[in-house]
Nanobody
Framework: QVHVVESGGGLVQPGGSLRLSCAAS????????MGWYRQAPGKQRELVAV???????DYADSVKGRFTISRDNAKNTVYLQMNSLKLEDTAVYYC?????????????WGQGTQVTVSS
C-alpha cells in the first residue's frame, strides 16, 4: 500500500515564504512524476508545478519565478519552495504522484495542507 503525505503549510504574510514537503511511502518500485496542485475556496483544483524523474519541471504561469519544485528520489520526497507569496496563493495544496507499486502504476493524492497568505 502506498501513502502520500504533505507537510509544511501554515499562515504567512504577503511577501513571505513557505516550504511544502510531500513524502511517498510504502511498497514503491519507482515514481515517475510528482506534482503540486492547489484548490482555493470556490475554485477548481489547479496545477501548480510538476517534476518528472529526470528532473524536468513545469510551472503554472501564476507561480513562475516565485515557486520552485524539487525532489529527492532517494527519499521519495518532493518539495515546493514558495517565495514572494501573494494573497491569491491562499489554498489547500495537494501532492500528487504517479507511482509504480506491486507491478502496476497508480495515481495517488495526499490529504492536502492549508496555505494561508494574509496580513
Amino acid at each position: 500500500q502506498v501513502h502520500v503525505v504533505e507537510s509544511g503549510g501554515g499562515l504567512v504574510q504577503p511577501g513571505g515564504s513557505l516550504r511544502l514537503s510531500c513524502a511517498a511511502s510504502g511498497s514503491i518500485f519507482s515514481i515517475k512524476l510528482m506534482g503540486w496542485y492547489r484548490q482555493a475556496p470556490g475554485k477548481q483544483r489547479e496545477l501548480v508545478a510538476v517534476i518528472i524523474s529526470d528532473g524536468i519541471t513545469d510551472y503554472a504561469d501564476s507561480v513562475k519565478g516565485r515557486f520552485t519544485i524539487s525532489r529527492d528520489n532517494a527519499k521519495n520526497t518532493v518539495y515546493l519552495q514558495m517565495n514572494s507569496l501573494k494573497l491569491e496563493d491562499t489554498a489547500v495544496y495537494y501532492c500528487n504522484a504517479d507511482i509504480w507499486s506491486g507491478g502496476s502504476a497508480g495515481n495517488y493524492w495526499g490529504q492536502g495542507t492549508q496555505v494561508t497568505v494574509s496580513s
